[in-house]
């Protein structure tokens, strides 16, 4: 069973940043894809940015030149370094990690932009 452990979620004003890091339980081979989702009160889960094994990456349209991942393969681990954040960016971040036919799901981190 993966295991996907987020950290790196809190409050921060308009326009500063925040970093985003996730670490898969134990050595995990077939990855798919890692990446980011988020939820925001009231709306449907949307992509933020995935990044797949060779390293080709997604952004959603509203992140895109904000937001950059980055993944360690030999650790395991995804980060979302989230510059020049909005309220709009106010949301549950989830990790999510995909091989073998199956998606997991870290449990959420979040993340509070004040105006």
């Known amino acids: 069973q993966v295991q996907l452990v987020e950290s790196g979620g809190g409050l921060v004003q308009a326009g500063g940043s925040l970093r985003l890091s996730c670490v898969a339980s134990?050595?995990?081979?077939?990855?798919?894809?890692m990446g980011w989702y988020r939820q925001a009160p009231g709306k449907q889960r949307e992509l933020v940015a995935r990044?797949?094994?060779?390293?080709?990456?997604i952004y959603a349209d509203s992140v895109l030149g904000r937001f950059t991942i980055s993944r360690d393969n030999a650790k395991n681990t995804v980060s979302l370094q989230m510059n020049s954040l909005k309220p709009e960016d106010t949301a549950v971040y989830s990790c999510?990690?995909?091989?073998?036919?199956?998606?997991?799901w870290g449990q959420g981190t979040q993340v509070t932009v004040s105006s």
């Open positions: 999510t990690l995909r091989r073998l036919g199956q998606t997991y």
């Open positions: 134990a050595n995990i081979f077939d990855i798919v894809y």
């Open positions: 990044i797949n094994s060779g390293g080709s990456t």
